[in-house]
T-cell receptor, first 114, second 113 residues
Framework: DVKVTQSSRYLVKRTGEKVFLECVQD?????MFWYRQDPGLGLRLIYF???????EKGDIPEGYSVSREKKERFSLILESASTNQTSMYLC?????????????FGNGTRLTVT | AQSVTQLGSHVSVSEGALVLLRCNYS??????LFWYVQYPNQGLQLLLK??????LVKGINGFEAEFKKSETSFHLTKPSAHMSDAAEYFC???????????FGKGTMLLVSP
């Protein structure tokens, strides 16, 4: 079974802090994704990556950046956390770009910015 | 552009009753459609997918969905609800030329005894 592991389940940070959310997958998947999930808004794509050192903006990239130095690890960075970034963050991976390649999700990191 | 509309943010059923969760899509290319489920305090997991083969798709846990092009719909059904089906369900769409999934806003399924 594919395992996508997010390093923190809950995180509390102060406004203005630099925040790192880490995600690791163990199945040699090509693609990795970061979503945020908010009640009533569903999942919104922040950034994704098709390969090491590659990144693409999703629908809501403002205020975020990402890093993929190794294939298995995809980090989401909040350069200067703000209260409107309080949310559930979900990492996902998929084998490739084939439409038969489903997303595998981690259990999420619930971030609170005070 | 692609989009998904899930009708009803909450659906309540009794245990043993039919489950029907509605999903309508909009796509400028032939769509590939998915249903994911999220149990409390967990990430999403794939229930089933439509990728242009059979229009009636069977998934895990007794769920199935039917692709109806004329209605641009991909509704999720289960004949008899179980308490363990209580979760949030997300419909998602992608297609040729698109590199990511677009998710709906989710429908919370509540199952009462």
């Amino acid at each position: 079974d594919v395992k996508v592991t997010q390093s923190s389940r809950y995180l509390v940070k102060r406004t203005g802090e630099k925040v790192f959310l880490e995600c690791v997958q163990d199945m040699d998947h090509e693609n990795m994704f970061w979503y945020r999930q908010d009640p009533g808004l569903g999942l919104r794509l922040i950034y994704f990556s098709y390969d090491v050192k590659m990144k693409e903006k999703g629908d809501i990239p403002e205020g975020y950046s990402v890093s993929r130095e190794k294939k298995e690890r995809f980090s989401l960075i909040l350069e200067s956390a703000s209260t409107n970034q309080t949310s559930m963050y979900l990492c996902a991976s998929s084998r490739d770009n084939s439409y038969n390649s489903p997303l595998h999700f981690g259990n999420g990191t619930r971030l609170t910015v005070t | 552009a692609q989009s998904v509309t899930q009708l009803g943010s909450h659906v309540s059923v009794s245990e043993g009753a039919l489950v029907l969760l509605r999903c309508n899509y909009s796509s400028s290319v032939p769509p590939y459609l998915f249903w994911y489920v999220q149990y409390p305090n967990q990430g999403l997991q794939l229930l089933l997918k439509y990728t242009s083969a059979a229009t009636l798709v069977k998934g895990i846990n007794g769920f199935e969905a039917e692709f109806k092009k004329s209605e641009t719909s991909f509704h999720l059904t289960k004949p008899s609800a179980h308490m363990s089906d209580a979760a949030e369900y997300f419909c998602a769409v992608t297609g040729v030329g698109y590199s990511t999934l677009t998710f709906g806003k989710g429908t919370m399924l509540l199952v009462s005894p």
